[in-house]
């Protein structure tokens, strides 16, 4: 999630990002891929290394950083070094022996995974979400299957309220050597105090440009231009640009969310609110459903979508939303050049100097804000409703 806290600071952020190219494989000797296969994360992987030392004792981490970063890549690979076989630790992960496979596959047995989403879609009648979260809990703290410890992953803390934080928080006070929990989170900020003072923090953040155009172009096999245009786009994160690489689908409808987002500020308060629904069922079309997800109760029959369906792709607009609201703060700012869709829309800088920087600053917070708020349940769609009222409204020029 963007934090916005004003242009100089949004300004800095974004030209800050490295060009220079340290992109390299690992091979081992056989040719097979060892060690560590998420890129540009140098000292992430350097301070998970130690931390993991089997002189250091138990330790449990805090994985996080920016939605589409690649941290559900780099949890993958420190779950294969934790479940590697290989006799010499220094080999691990050797991605090659049959726990490695089932690690990096989300099947091994003493791999465990759960989120706030989860456990409230596993609720029994009458179950609150928190004593659901305790149960799974109680469950996951049961003995290793086939090794000498189990792996705990729990994926978007930051959706679970303080309740269901204090129950994990009770598993972190008293660690055993049998059981190591790995946090994901993409803003630490909403965890407790309590819980980030017992974890070892590990940030996944945007990579150089240089490192990001050579992983698109070695791994997704893209043309120089191509790959850099998407590293570009995604601001250095390796998740979201392999995302456009491999499902270019998603860069369409992220270009065609956007155009509409700018033509609705020259449009009535009507069309903003129809458009809001219309987004939403554009972007749910892309997004994966549940066979069992509950329906939103107050949508009509004609366009009822899964209630997680909704959350999910109010989410993608929303954060496309963030995107090119920052771009247009950086244009009207005089940084054109940082856009990232710069070159998908040639009158940005025109149109974020006609709204100017602290109405677009303004924005993005509003649009953090009811970020905040459709990750917490809102009402999908009366939440980008909402985001509509604050979006500035521009004259449309005369010829």
Known sequence: MVRTTGCADLIARVSGWSTEPTYTRQVTE??????????????????????????RGTASLLIHGPTGAGKGAFATDVIALLMCEATDPGARPCNECRSCRLARAGTHPDLVIGSPGAWQEARSTGESTVAAARRW?????GAPISGTRRVVLVEQLERAGEDIQNVLLKA?????????????SDEPSRLLP????????????PLPRGTLVALLMDLDRLPEEQALALAR?????????RRFAQRPEWLDWRRTTQTELLALLTRGWADRMAAARELIEQA????????????????????????SAQRAAALAV??????????????AAGHPDQAASRELFADLEQTGRRIGAPALTAVLGVLDTVRDGIESNANPRLALEAAMLTWPRVAVEQP
Not at 137 to 141: G, I, P, Q, V, W
Not at 318 to 331: E, F, H, M, Q
């Open 233 to 241: 786009l995604s601001g250095g994160l390796a998740g979201r640009a």
């Open 194 to 205: 309590t819980i980030r003072s017992r974890v070892q923090s590990v940030r996944i953040g």
């Open 318 to 331: 929303t954060d496309a939303w963030i995107d090119l609201g920052r771009d247009l703060l950086v244009s």
């Open 284 to 307: 749910s079309r892309l997004t994966p459903r549940s066979p069992t997800a509950d329906v939103a109760p107050d949508e009509p029959e004609a366009v009822r979508v899964p209630a």
């Open 30 to 55: 056989d040719g097979a891929s060892g060690g560590f296969q998420s890129i540009g994360q140098t000292h992430a992987e350097t301070l998970v290394r130690t931390t993991l030392a089997p002189d």
């Open 137 to 141: 809990l109680a469950d996951a703290s």
């Open 172 to 184: 972190l006070e008293e660690p055993t050597p049998r059981h190591l929990y790995l946090l994901l």
